[in-house]
């Protein structure tokens, strides 16, 4: 049987979902956090069907005391905390412990491995198999996405060592925007820094954005191509992004995912002056002050009480920070969401996915109450459900609004099917 894993490797981290490809159907899914500590915790949750397709019979696993079953005896999670030195143990260790639950019988099922890679510069306009160009280029972008494209290269060389005849798969935050028309790219800033330095718009999410614009049209029941459709990705990061001609057109991040909107700590747009007098005044450090824009900012500095969107609903009423927050929050997206239709010169669907996309009835509707001019409306009953695909507009509503589980393992996974 032809497995699929999708990877999304962090600097002490790994989450990883494993699929039945292409019924796309997950078997497990997991994450080993604080690699390179004494007290790494791997989890891996599967469901009860997942299991013997390894011809392992349950009661082999009975006794496992890091096994919990849920209640209705379909779903398992094994936890365990040990040592693991390196991204390298770590999958070995998961590996194998796949191979123990019964979800593999032996490594070689897993016939392709497809690996989130945050920074994939103006290089990769779609997903790409790995070859050792490749690797050597997202080595390169490192400069673009220093946290995170130096551990995307530890994964993608520690699965090519464990399980080297499966297809390897890179698939980019960024190739998603490689679409964007230069107006929308490039700074008004002397144009010899975008030659020079690749100083420009990268855009990132593009992954979850793709997804979820895709499965939009199929709702929708035309081709993407057809729709114009803007995507609002709102988790602890968030971003917008127009979608025209089944291609992305612009978004609301950056050169890094800094700006745009506000989001659960970082600031979104700001004036870059303001961040040097504020600097001279306080007395920071360019990293310090890097610090409080990406770690402090956003709900959390505005709000000064949390950067969780459902401690601020909860005092909406009574707190003004957290009516601030919240009220800036939307206004940023409503503002870029105005924008987009401008840009595109309308608008068929708008798209909510993420954490707060996904499942704050409230948020939805105040950006919606502040689109009502465009056409966009929500039926009351259907805004309040949640975790699943749905249409929320109004009957009479001109512009679709839609809610969409975002599923980056699944575009992964569907991406490494073309490489096969
Ligand atoms: P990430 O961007 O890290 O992937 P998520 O997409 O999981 O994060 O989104 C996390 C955010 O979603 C948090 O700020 C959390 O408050 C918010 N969230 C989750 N559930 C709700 C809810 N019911 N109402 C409001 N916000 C929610």
């Known amino acids: 049987m032809a497995k699929t894993m999708a990877v999304n490797a962090g600097s002490s981290s ?23 500590m004494d007290d790494a915790i791997v989890t891996i949750k599967y469901d009860a069907k997942a299991m013997n397709q390894g011809g392992r019979l349950d009661d082999q696993l009975v006794d496992d005391s890091n096994i919990t079953i849920s209640k209705d005896g379909q779903t398992r999670k094994y936890e365990t905390v040990l040592p693991i030195k390196d991204h390298q143990q770590a999958i070995n260790f998961m590996l194998q412990k796949l191979t123990d ?34 690797l050597e280029k997202i080595d390169r972008l490192a400069d673009y996405a220093p ?38 790219y490039l700074y008004a800033i002397p144009y010899q820094y975008y030659t020079r330095y690749g100083a420009r718009k990268y855009g990132a999410h593009g992954t ?22 803007i995507t609002m990705h709102l988790g602890a990061g968030d971003s917008i992004t127009a979608v025209k001609d089944g291609k992305a057109l612009d978004t609301s991040m ?26 001279e005044r306080e007395g920071l450090t ?53 924008q987009y239709i401008a840009e595109m010169g309308g608008v068929d669907a708008l798209v909510f996915t993420a954490g707060i996309g996904e499942n704050s009835a409230p948020i939805r509707q105040m950006i919606a109450d502040k689109l009502a001019y465009f056409g966009v409306a929500l039926d009351e ?9 749905i249409d929320i507009s109004a009957k009479d509503a001109r512009v679709k609004t839609l809610v969409i589980p975002t599923n980056e393992e699944l575009m992964i996974a569907r991406d490494v099917e073309l490489f096969k």
């Open 14 to 36: 790994l989450k990883f979902q494993l699929l039945e490809m292409p019924a796309e159907q997950v078997l497990a899914q997991g994450l080993i956090e604080r690699i390179g």
């Open 101 to 134: 639950l019964g979800i593999i019988v032996d490594f070689n099922e897993i016939t392709g491995v497809g690996h989130r890679v945050v920074a994939g510069g103006e290089w990769f306009n779609h997903s790409v198999k790995v070859t050792k160009a490749v």
């Open 254 to 279: 950056g050169f890094t995912p800094l700006v745009g909107v506000a989001m659960a700590t970082r600031s979104g747009d700001v004036d870059t002056s303001l961040i040097y007098y504020i600097q």
């Open 381 to 389: 009953a259907a805004n309040q459900k949640r975790g699943e695909e």
């Open 208 to 229: 979850s954005h793709r997804y979820v614009a895709n499965r939009a049209a199929d709702m929708l029941r035309q081709p993407l191509k057809d729709l114009k459709v």
């Open 147 to 184: 946290l995170h494209n130096p551990a995307n290269a530890m994964g993608i060389r520690a699965f090519q060592k464990l399980l080297p005849d499966a297809v390897s798969v890179a698939v980019f935050d960024t190739s998603f925007y490689q679409t964007m028309p230069e107006e929308n």
């Open 286 to 338: 360019n990293d310090q002050m890097l610090n409080i824009l990406n770690k402090k900012s956003g709900l959390l500095g505005l709000s000064t009480i949390s950067s969780d969107m459902r401690d601020l609903l909860a005092v909406y009423d009574t707190n003004d920070h957290a009516r601030l927050a919240i009220k800036v929050f939307v206004n940023r997206i409503v503002k870029y969401v105005g």
